[in-house]
């Protein structure tokens, strides 16, 4: 949690300075994902499969720039481990950092009174670090990009200049990494496709 508020912090002081409007903090609750895994031997033909189940927290602050479209930063962490055995070994840990530059659009549904429903749609890229290791290998880090794109609904109610409410998210974000390791003269990669699944989100905004 502590990188998380380490890149965090920047924005918070930047991104009110742009121009008058609304700012908007998003903290996810019971993010999951799930990881696709190969391990192979290319040189000799020997390959597996299976999956990790992950799970992680998602932190977004958000500028809202007018009524309908905005933009801003989703921080996002999550771990857990492949359980296949290696050569003895127990388990694999995948790890897993993103920050997310991303643009919003939202669509009212209802905005009377103190009520509030809209739908949305989120689209940028995943800037992700994954750490990849095992009980008889060494920690392997590898960079990268990846798609953000998430479709939801929100439902809040309106008090003064303060909005509070919750939104689920039906998410398509994707990342891909590779590790590879020489284990006793012989080439050894180990390939993840991670995606997330259905999240839900507790907002507060508030105009500046």
């Known amino acids: 949690m502590k990188k998380i508020l380490f890149f965090m912090l920047p924005f918070l002081f930047y991104i009110p300075q742009i121009n008058a409007g609304e700012i908007g903090i998003d903290l996810g609750i019971g993010s999951s994902y799930d990881a696709e895994t190969t391990r192979s031997f290319k040189t000799l033909g020997v390959s597996g499969s299976g999956e990790a189940t992950l799970t992680g927290s998602d932190l977004r602050f958000v500028y809202y720039s007018d009524k309908n479209l905005s933009y801003g930063i989703r921080l996002a962490s999550h771990e857990g481990e492949d359980t296949k055995d290696l050569t003895g070994g127990t388990a694999y840990k995948i790890s897993i950092t993103e920050t997310s ?28 670090t994954m750490k990849v290791s095992h009980d008889l290998l060494e920690e392997i880090e ?3 990009t990846g798609l953000m794109l998430e479709g939801g609904i929100f439902a809040g109610i309106k008090k003064d200049h303060m909005t509070f409410g919750g939104s689920i998210n039906l998410p398509l974000d994707s990342y891909e990494g590779e590790s590879q390791w020489d284990v006793s003269g012989y080439p050894f990669t180990y390939e993840t496709t991670i995606k997330k699944n259905l999240s839900i989100f507790l907002i507060f905004k508030s105009k500046i």
């Open 101 to 128: 530059p991303y643009v919003k659009y939202s669509h009212p549904l209802n905005d009377e009174g103190e009520k509030v429903i809209e739908g949305f749609v989120v689209g940028g890229l995943n800037l992700a």
């Open 142 to 144: 590898t960079s990268g």
